[in-house]
């Protein structure tokens, strides 16, 4: 595999002592251009989750303080309803916030683990590489997460946003 295969590929790699995930991966676009992607309701409804399944945004406040509540929807139309809080935004070089399942109104639901996620943006040969740092609670929160198919779902969603940023092209 060549240095470039393995940047545009997702790695995912745990550091269980201090309850820790890190996902990098390259991307064939400007940092603007996947920024955008990640910070965008259209365009992360387009890629964000994996086939046959898809993300929907009820609502989107990116901004310090605001909210992204959002569905993923199956194949039978099932919905399971998640957000994202924003904490820290620092424009196309990198945001931080909470991640957690919840229901529509935007509720936490306190059956799944929330996450603590760093998402950072910077430029590469190929394009541009994104880095996240997820951060749990315990080991058991970072198992629970793993094991409801977190790490191919979010690697599949990279290859969605791989086609739209080749579509844009």
Do not use: C
Not at 29 to 55: F, H, I, M, R, Y
């Amino acid at each position: 595999m060549s240095t470039t295969e393995k940047i545009m590929k997702t790695t995912i790699t745990k550091d269980v002592t201090n309850n820790k995930m890190f996902i990098t991966r390259g991307f064939a676009g400007t940092v603007e251009e996947v920024w955008n992607a990640w910070t965008d309701a259209k365009l992360l409804d387009q890629w964000w989750a994996p086939k046959p399944w898809k993300a929907k945004t009820k609502s989107m406040d990116f901004r310090e303080g605001g909210r992204w509540v959002y569905a993923m929807i199956g194949p039978e139309g099932e919905k399971h309803w998640a957000l994202a809080e924003y904490h820290k935004i620092v424009p196309q070089k990198s945001y931080e916030g909470l991640d957690a399942f919840g229901d529509e109104a935007g509720n936490i639901s306190s059956e799944f683990p929330r996450m603590k996620w760093k998402v950072s943006f910077k430029p590469s040969s190929e394009g541009t590489k994104v880095e996240i740092e997820i951060t749990f609670s315990s080991k058991a929160d970072m198992e629970k997460i793993v094991e409801m198919g977190f790490q191919e779902g979010f690697t599949a969603a990279h290859d969605n946003l791989d086609e739209l940023l080749a579509a844009k092209k």
